[in-house]
């Protein structure tokens, strides 16, 4: 297995995502760009340029028709994904921290950073997708404040009108957009700010990663904590695996820290976990910074990492990652 | 329930005594400080002034003043006599006290003689009770035995590990044998240490060292040392060497007895101490020997170093005298040390298993008041370094005879230092020389076989320098790191030294040590032999870069060589290395007794990265990892010798086959059990997992379906309005004319 070494960022990576049907990988950095890759070969598909400020954060569409991207330009834009175009951008206050496509690509979501005397928002707006796509509303169709502490990470849950959220004090929520109501919640989710969330397949279930060294799997509607992974470094990012009952970590010591200390003791290294045994199956090493991101393929067949040291690996699995049974002949449902 | 007239009557019977004793009044007028003075010279009432002045004086003299008029002296009214005795009063018991120590048989004149008692004292022994009292005889309590842990019906081992303030002990045997053994609750401690056989685990405290001991990990003993730094136990485990940096003082009122310490101890600050009884035998002073040339050197530690059946202990005096005591009596031997012009260091020459089954037989015979046969000689091995003409000596000593039995020159030496093979077997002094120009050094080993007659000496020479040399245990083997790195002697950050690690054996044809294999371009510093042999670690410790082991087998093709074969193979072509592994900033490296396991150790005493634990097998398999903040100290509880004697174990090993199969049935068991049990366990697991899966795969079928009906309820709940719109599409004005 060996790796697919994507140099086209020059600054470290913020999020990575895959396209649903796994040949594209779309990757974003603080060097204010966002590319687009050939997964299969590591190939750059082209850039899109235009955000005047670290990217935050990517989301594509099901039908890898529209991106929508978010920066600390306190922007938030919408892409042709074929031509490269910026078909829309939208202008807050502050940064646009997180974004994320509901499962019928018709809203998506986004949060904005709180400062300067701006509360932390999250904001819902419904894409038109009729024509080019650059007929876009300019008002949210939803817009709310959430209380307390300021949510870092969202997504869509399968509950319709319904959002989970990951907050900095550790905190997990589901919000009901319509009301703007914090619909349930679970404070002591984790111990510190909650760095990613990623949803399943059918958005049952997801998994958060925090700065408090673990990682769990909450079911989306009663935010039971289902499984938890415990790890010695602060986790960047978790992905859960497709087809396999795996969940990958990835993280490593602070970067501000990072200079101080060997290579050997960051642990930047992808742990792969069992999903439900909830032990250490292996690591995968490579990058020399932090793992800020990980993705897995929609269907499983690979993954990539993106770290502080600006690199996106793409790990195509071999035959043996598929075949192998090494916990037996175990019937795990995804 | 009693009635109520009974009470009445019964009011002169009520019991006051409980409120008269809250109450009473204790009176004042104990008789503690009133002596009584016998020894008085009879006189009459005429000279009565002149007596009570003169006895005044005397007391005063004495530093226990009293005034006559304190002084009571009866007289026998029918002749006009006194007594001969007479009553003082002191101020206080203190006082009386005092003049009882000063006065008691204080010759007054050439006939009288005092003799002071305690009035209280004189009414107490009238008062005795003449009667015989048998005194109960308390009941023997078998103390549990001290050795218990060797009754493992697994065989396991123990370990102790310190953490933070807690200090825990673990058994070690296979996966599913592992298990706490004990959790103390010992309080402020420095450390602590297993005696050299296992039997104590000893802790420092502030007062004094404890050892702790047993099944039930009761305390055994007490060794009061305030501030104790530093022990050392004797190898039979019989005295134990206590030091530390304040020398002892003794405050007054301290509690004194065989098992404290004496003014006469005040300033010293090494004590030692029988065990099993808990007395102090003796104190010595380090102080004199911690200042060599330069400042303030290292004290060299142990600072008494003890002879293999405890004996003898001796401690040097640099440049001048070995000094050997002799046992239990402390009282140096012959009454005069061994002086030795220049003396650095030396080492006593280790028992093989041969002497120490003579000894013990010794023992046990002059404990049957047999025949006395004599204990096996001790040996010593010192040397001296170049003083003008004379040129450094090796030196080996028969003790206590005294008799010199080997003499080695040695020339341009640096430093020496003696390795004793465990057995006693072979010395080798590594030497370090000098070139002419003194710029640099390179390593001699000079080699003596002990055991052959007149200790026929090999040398081995190196260009480079040695950093580390150690003897394969109950071999003919031994290892070396040897360095030509530039950066050795200034470490710094970062740097860490390339070393060679080289492997020797003893050629028996030749009689000869012969180079087996070097391995070379590591970064290795410490050699860790198995203390079976055969079984090696190499590791680099101490290194913020590096933290390699290296496991390495010396007798790998040893087992397919039939018995009786003679090595006609390869020099050197047996040694295989088994395995690599690495512990991130490890700091110690210690064999389990049996050398089957290895730990390895980060201890936050040396840095405070990723601090914990390891155990591996011997071929670098991880079998535990704990990673644990605040990390102290990992010890295996050492074993004592084996009891089986020398036939059993050849039994043992040529029926081995017999034995390895119970094992391995047993092996088997186990994992098919542990397996069985994991098994299950991930099956529950599983099982939970897809059942919530389900369930919430179902509700969110379930919310779908609902919102497709509702969907569709809604279209079918349409009313279908018609509207008319009136739209005004254009209006024009025309002017008609009629």
Redesign the interface.
Known sequence: MRPILLQGHERSLTQIKYNRDGDLLFSCSKDHVINVWYTHNGERLGTYDGHNGTVWTVDVDSESRFMISGAADNELRLWNVATGKCLYTWEFPTAVKRVAFSEDDKQVVCITEQRMGYQCAIRVFNINRAGDGNKQSKEPAHMFNPVGSKATVCAFT???GVIFTGHESGKVALFNLKTGEEVHSNERAHGDVVTDLQMSE?R??CITSSKDKSARIH?T?TLDV?KTFTT?TPLNSAALSPNKPYVLLGGGQEAMSVTT??L??GKFETRFWH???EEEVGRVKGHFGPINTIAVHPKGLSYASGGEDGFVRVHNFDDSYFKSQP??D????? | MPGLTQDVESVEDIDYSDIEAKYSVEYDDTFDNTLVVDGVPVIDRSKLEKLLAKICKEFSRRSAPVRPDDIFMPWDESSGKSLGYLFMDFRSAEEANAALLAMNNHPFDARHTFKLNRFSDVEKYANMDEAYVEPVLEEYAPREHLRAWLADPQGRDQYVVYRGEDVEIFWHGKPSQCELAYKPDWRDFLYVSWSPLGTYIATLHRQGVRLWGGSSWKPQQRFAHPLVKLIDFSPCENYLVTWSNEPIVVPEGKPQGPQYFSPEDEGNNLAVWDIKSGHLLRTFSTVAGSEGPGGKRQMPWPALKWSPDDQFVARVTPGQMISVHELPSMFLHGKKSLKIEGVVDFEWCPFSDKDRDEAEKVVSVGANGMGVKKSPENMIAYWTPEVANQPARVTLLSFPSRAILRQKNLFNVSECKLHWQNQGDFLCVKVDRHTKTKKSIFCNLEIFRVREKDFPVEVVELKDTVTDFSWEPRGERFAIVSTNDPNLGNPGPGITIKTDVSFYQLDRVKNDFKLLKTLSNRTSNAIRWSPRGRFVVLATVGSSTKSELEFWDLDFTLEDRREGQTIKEDWGSSIQSLGLADHYGVTDVEWDPSGRYLATSASAWTHTLENGYAIWDFRGQELLKQLQDRFKQFLWRPRPRTLLSKEDQKRIRKTLKVFSRIFEEDDQRESENVNTELIALRRRLVDEWNAWRARSKAEVSDDKGRDLAKEKQSEEDKEEIEVWVEDIIEQIEEEVEE
């Not at chain 1, 175990?330 to 995804?334: A, V, W």
């Open positions: 399968a509950q319709p059918d049952t279930y079911d509607k289902i010695e200390t060997s050997r003791q999903k439900v045994f916990y037996g175990l019937q795990i449902e995804d």
